[in-house]
Structures are given as C-alpha cells and as structure tokens.
C-alpha cells in the first residue's frame, strides 16, 4: 500500500531540444540559459531540495553533457578562485555541485512528457515520486511543492498544480475541471484536457509543471497512445487515473496563487530575470530605478 509513504524522489525531464530559443540552443541546453547569475535549472533542483527530496533523477538527452558537468565538482576552477581569494563565488561553485545525489537518464527519442516520466520507472520504484519541470521557476518563498506533498501523502492519489490563466491564454495549458473537497484546501480532478481552444476548455485552470505521482501512473503510461503533437502526453494518463478505481486512482489539484516565473518562451524568459533580478538584495533597487528611467524615456 503506498498511501502513508513519504516522497523522496524526483523526475526532472530536461531532454527537450530548445527550439523556440535557437540558436542560443544550438550547442547549450536550454535549461542552462542563466537567470541572472544561475541556471534556470539549478533553481529546480533547489526547489526540490528544500521540500525535503533526496534522490533526483534527470531525464537528459543529446548534447546535455553541460547539465552534469554544472552539478559536478570542478576542481582547476574551485582551486583558482582559491588562490585569488575569491571566496564568494568559489562558494557559489560548490554549492552547486553539493546540493543532492543527482543521477542521470537519456530519453533517446523525444517522445512527450508522458514518456520521458516512463523513463524513469526503474529508478523510481513503487513508491510516489514528484515531477519538476525546468520551464516553472517557483519563488523560493512559497510552499507549492511542500503542500503538494503533503496532499499526495492524504489522498494516495496523484496531484497536480493549478493557477488561474486568462480563458484566452489557456489553449497553452493542460486545463483542470475540478469540484472542491470538503474541509480541505486541495481540489478533486474529474477532467483534464490538454491544450484545449478556448471553446472547449472546462475553466481558466491551467496546469503547470509540478506534480506529485503515484506510480500506478506508470502501468497507465505504457498503455497510452500518442497524443496531441503525436507524443505521449502526461495529462492524457492522469485523466485515466482520474476517473478510475483502485490503488494509487484519483487526481487532485493544488491552486497555486504565489510567485512563478516562467522561462518557456523569449517574452516570459526576459520577464522572469528581470522579475528575479529586481528582488536580488545587491542589486535590485539600482534596477528597478534604472527600470523607471528606461521606461520615462
């Protein structure tokens, strides 16, 4: 029975190509592109990390090599900025590559999502499991995954995160129809669509990427055809779970209401560094003042 065990695992699929930001992809990984001084993925393993995770598996793929070398010691590095007394960033170096047991996985074909989280089914087990996404950036100060967590350890079901969109951006999204529960701060699934047009979409509840799964998941996705985009899609198996019986069945969702930044595309990725750059004690107030003058001219 897995209902009652704590999770400690998570998935992190970081095998996409980058297309939509080429050609800086070209030969870097799109989750090494730097918000402000760190990559966009560092902050989703500390994210991971700080709910209490202590076995990370990412999901890779070709020409990622630059993920596990970020997460790596780097000893001529380290012992530079030691003899130049540069001890801040030396500090900055090593608590990269001391934050968890990081271990990796190639996707090989680019199949979705759904299928880069089957890939991590040996690894994984029988036991719940979360699943990161690079795309998503939470703030720090905020207790989504934590909460999440805690959720899946009551329902034994899966979870999902869930924030309010514009109806007219939700074709971007997986959307939620959902019923609340009674007491509780966490809401029952009874629909998931992806991507729908704004027509056939059952709310303005967008799914973003966290979730904590049971890994009946698992048994679901290897029966799932591909999807929209001719991919297996991770929503087409929890909309299984979600409306049938037996152990590890059911889908909840969490709704989100803090800060995320998101780094999906151009527009948003600008957003987020400036977003994450204005809070920066060093030098936050000097942007956000040279902000003000950029915009009045």
Not at 16 to 29: E, N, S, V
Not at 92 to 108: C, D, E, M, N, T
Not at 176 to 198: C, H, M, Q, W
């Amino acid at each position: 029975m897995t209902l009652g065990k704590r999770v400690r695992k998570a998935v992190i699929p970081a095998a996409g190509l980058g297309t939509r930001f080429l050609p800086a992809t070209k030969a870097m990984p799109k989750e090494m592109l730097p918000v402000v001084d760190q990559p966009a993925i560092q902050y989703v393993v500390e994210e991971a990390v700080k709910a209490g995770l202590t076995d990370l598996l990412m999901i890779t793929g070709r020409q990622k090599r630059a993920l596990e070398d970020h997460f790596d010691r780097a000893p001529a590095l380290e012992r530079t900025l030691e003899l130049k007394g540069d001890l801040d960033r030396l500090e900055a170096v090593r608590h990269a590559s001391s934050l968890a047991p990081l271990h990796y996985l190639r996707q090989g074909d680019p199949k979705g999502l759904g299928h880069a989280v089957l890939c991590a089914r040996q690894h994984v087990g029988d036991e719940p499991f979360a699943v990161l996404l690079g795309d998503d950036l939470i703030d720090e100060r905020d207790e989504l995954l934590s909460t999440m967590i805690d959720v899946q350890a009551k329902t034994g079901g899966s979870v999902i995160a869930l924030i309010e969109v514009d109806p007219s951006q939700i074709s971007a999204y997986g959307c939620a129809d959902i019923t609340p529960v009674d007491g509780e701060n966490y809401f029952k699934v009874n629909r998931l669509v992806e991507k729908p047009s704004v027509d056939e979409a059952p709310s303005n509840l967008a799914v973003i990427g966290r979730y904590v799964l049971h890994p009946a998941v698992f048994d679901v996705l290897e029966e799932t055809e591909p999807g929209r985009g001719g991919e297996i899609q991770l929503t087409d198996a929890l909309q299984t779970l979600a409306t049938s019986d037996g152990e590890g069945s059911g889908v909840y969702g969490v709704v989100f209401r803090g800060r995320r930044y998101d780094t999906g595309d151009k527009l948003s990725y600008i957003k987020a560094v400036i977003s994450i750059a204005s809070e920066r004690v060093d030098f936050g107030e000097d942007l956000k003042a040279w902000m003000k003058e950029f915009v009045n001219e």
